[in-house]
């Protein structure tokens, strides 16, 4: 078992979905938990609290610089800082290139990716005088691959990417490490909706969409889950992660392998 008594989490968009799975695992493991996100608070705030850890939210706009210092100076208030800082904030919108609207793009690559810039800048320093630390930041395959209409989204995702390795080369003779996590589908809300959409508009189930929209793309047909992704941080967080320096971890279901 990795032990994270004493060390507390921060987690971007987490009031559901993969931040709140990623959030449950460290909570499990001891971390003090720094939740982020709209949505249902209370419910996520109970399910950390529910597994004995510490557990505070902050609801900053990741689009704002100033509610991201805010939210840091609430975590070194309430937990004396930040041990982990995982950037898992995202949001999505589909569209040409020629189509694309201006303030969409604007607000994908702030909260998809600029926040991950702030995020990490404001951790570091705590990280650097503790001599340790772990920044995971949660891209996609979309950071290792393209897809058609989402040129936003596969943009700020291939940053974040680059951010990781930079991050970790300036961190390299230190006890901080960075990594992205490259995964595929994960039956999240957003997902949920990609599903419904393709059942109406098809006129099948949705197992039928689940199945369609798994076989383009994810050759296992089946999701990576929350909890996966959230022990694959967990070991990234222990001394088995020492040296992972800067890796793009797919956990896809064979997509980029194809």
Request: net charge negative.
């Amino acid at each position: 078992m990795v032990n994270l008594h004493g060390k507390t989490a921060l987690i971007t968009g987490s009031t559901s979905g993969i931040g709140l799975g990623v959030a449950q695992v460290l909570a499990q493991a001891g971390a003090n938990i720094v939740l982020n996100g709209f949505g249902d608070i209370d419910g996520a705030r109970e399910s950390i609290r529910a597994l004995g850890a510490k557990v505070v939210h902050h609801p900053a706009d990741m689009r704002r610089a100033d509610e991201i210092e805010a939210m840091f100076a609430l975590a070194r208030e309430q937990c004396g800082g930040v041990d982990i800082l995982v950037n898992n904030a995202g949001i999505q919108h589909v569209s040409p290139v020629e189509d694309f609207p201006v303030q969409k793009w604007d607000d994908i690559i702030a909260i998809n990716l600029s926040s991950g810039f702030h995020t990490t800048r404001l951790a570091l320093p705590s990280m650097r005088a503790a001599n340790w630390g772990r920044i995971v930041n949660i891209a996609s395959v979309h950071g290792l691959v393209g897809s058609a209409g989402k040129s936003a989204y596969v943009a700020a995702k291939h940053g974040l990417v680059g951010l990781t390795k930079v991050t970790a080369l300036e961190t390299a003779a230190t006890g901080i490490t960075c990594n992205a996590i490259c995964p595929g589908f994960v039956l999240t809300p957003l997902v949920a909706a990609q599903i419904d959409t393709i059942a109406q508009r098809d006129g099948i189930t949705a197992d039928a969409a689940q199945a369609r929209l798994l076989s383009d793309k994810q050759p296992s047909g089946q999701f990576v889950t929350p909890e996966q992704l959230g022990n694959l941080v967990l070991m990234l967080c222990s001394p088995f992660g020492d040296q992972v320096r800067g890796a793009a971890w797919a956990m896809d279901g064979g997509w980029t392998a194809q």
